[in-house]
């Protein structure tokens, strides 16, 4: 069962690596103009209300509100990929716009729940971030609802809980100490203000590719075979 797992992580994080080498053009053209006013606006922001509670929370607002469009982008372009389809980037940035609002809520709500597990003692907000992993694909994929998407990503992780606890652990972080790492050399080797907004925007660019390994596990998940429903316990049974 061990074997089988590691085998499943193995092609998950192959399939995912090939995937990203082969489309980061499309990606980087369709994602990096957002991601990157996302870095330069987040910077602003924290600059100009440096030392006040605005200098975490105004970043985190425009960050909520940018990243919806982006990230449909982005599994809209994997879900056109899996279908042998080829959308053009204006097709895949009008498509996100139009799922803009409900990934909106779903996205304010997620980082609510996260951060309220995360401040209790961590271990919540990471089992928590693991059951939320797959309901931004089931809302931009099928157009459910934020509490249908939430609902169906908790059904979905149910039995795939270390799958994408241990997904997570092996791209999330080491990308994210990657970014800080790089953020911060930059600043005490040069201090270039606009250098450290293009860093911090290659390092959200690299940290795409945890949706791309997200995604490609959500593809197997939602391919296995339903369980069997139970017997009936009363009545007679067949032989």
Known sequence: M??????????ILTDAYLFF????????AVCLPFLFAASFFDFILAKNFRETPL???????????????YTAALIQLMAARARKEQPSNSALIAAALQQWFPLLILKTVSVFIIGLGISMLVLPGIWLAVRLAFAEFHLVLFGVTPKVAIQKS????????GL????????????????????????????????????????????????????????????????????????PQLP
Do not use: C
Request: net charge neutral; hydrophobic share 55%.
């Open 55 to 69: 200098a975490i929370f105004s970043p985190l607002a425009l960050n909520l509100l940018i990243y919806p469009i």
């Open 2 to 11: 061990q074997t089988a797992r590691a085998a499943q992580i193995q092609t």
């Open 164 to 235: 994408v606890f241990v997904l997570l652990f092996v791209t999330y972080v080491p990308i994210f100490i990657l970014g800080l790492g790089a953020d911060s050399l930059v600043q005490t080797l040069t201090g270039n203000e606009f250098l450290r907004i293009v860093v911090n925007t290659v390092s959200s660019l690299i940290a795409l590719f945890v949706h791309v390994v997200l995604f490609r596990a959500f593809m197997d998940v939602i391919a296995e075979p339903a369980p069997a429903p139970p017997p009936p316990t009363d009545g």
């Open 154 to 161: 908790f059904a979905d992780t149910r039995n795939h809980i």
């Open 21 to 28: 080498r082969s489309h980061i053009k499309t990606i980087t």
